[in-house]
C-alpha cells in the first residue's frame, strides 16, 4: 500500500515538472567588411600560388613566396609530401599539406594568417624557427590562425601539415619587433 502511494504521488508531480530548453547565444552577425587591424588588411586582397609537395624542388627564384596577401595554395595528399624537416606534429595520412617559401627582408615579428586549422612549422637552415604566440584572427575576418615568428632578413620554408582539405588560403606579414 505505501508503495503504490509513492508510485502514485510521483505520478502526479511528473507531468509537473518543466525542464527548461538550453539557451542558445545568439549569432553575432558579421559586417559584410569586417574592419582588420593595418598589418592584416591585404587578408581582403585575393592572389594564388602554388606550394612545393617535395622537398628539394626547385626554392630558387621562380618559387613565388608567399606574402602580405590572402593567398590561395592547393595542397597536397600526404603520401605525395617529403617535407625538408621531419614536421613537429605526426602528419595525419587523411589530411593535407604542402611548403611554401617566405621571404624575410629585415629582422622582425613575422605573422603567418591561415583560414583554417592545420599545423605550420617554419624552417630555415633546416631547423625550425620556434614560434612566439599563437592565436585566432580578429572576429569574422575569415582568419582561423595566426602564428608569430621572431625572423632574420632570409629565405624561409613554411610547412603546412594536416590540413582539413586540399586548399587553404594563407598569408604572411612582417611586423617590426617594436611597436
Not at 508510485?7 to 508531480?13: E, G, H, M, Q, R
Not at 617566405?102 to 624552417?123: E, F, N, Q, S
Request: proline share 8%; net charge positive; aromatic share 6%.
Amino acid at each position: 500500500m505505501k508503495v503504490r502511494i509513492i508510485v502514485t504521488s510521483l505520478a502526479a508531480i511528473l507531468p509537473l515538472t518543466v525542464f527548461a530548453a538550453p539557451v542558445e547565444k545568439p549569432a553575432t552577425a558579421c559586417p559584410a567588411a569586417p574592419v582588420l587591424p593595418p598589418e592584416l588588411a591585404d587578408w581582403a586582397r585575393n592572389t594564388s600560388s602554388k606550394t612545393i609537395y617535395a622537398y628539394g624542388d626547385d626554392l630558387g627564384a621562380d618559387w613565388s613566396p608567399l606574402g602580405p596577401a590572402r593567398t590561395a595554395l592547393p595542397l597536397h595528399k600526404f603520401e605525395s609530401l617529403r617535407y625538408g624537416v621531419a614536421p613537429e606534429r605526426k602528419p595525419d595520412v587523411h589530411k593535407f599539406g604542402g611548403m611554401i617559401p617566405i621571404d624575410v627582408k629585415r629582422a622582425g615579428r613575422l605573422v603567418v594568417a591561415l583560414d583554417a586549422g592545420a599545423w605550420i612549422d617554419l624552417v630555415r637552415d633546416g631547423a625550425i624557427v620556434k614560434s612566439m604566440t599563437h592565436g585566432h584572427g580578429p572576429a569574422c575576418s575569415g582568419i582561423r590562425k595566426m602564428v608569430e615568428f621572431d625572423v632574420t632578413q632570409g629565405r624561409y620554408q613554411l610547412q603546412i601539415v594536416n590540413a582539413p582539405t586540399a586548399s587553404i588560403h594563407a598569408m604572411a606579414v612582417l611586423r617590426d619587433w617594436l611597436r
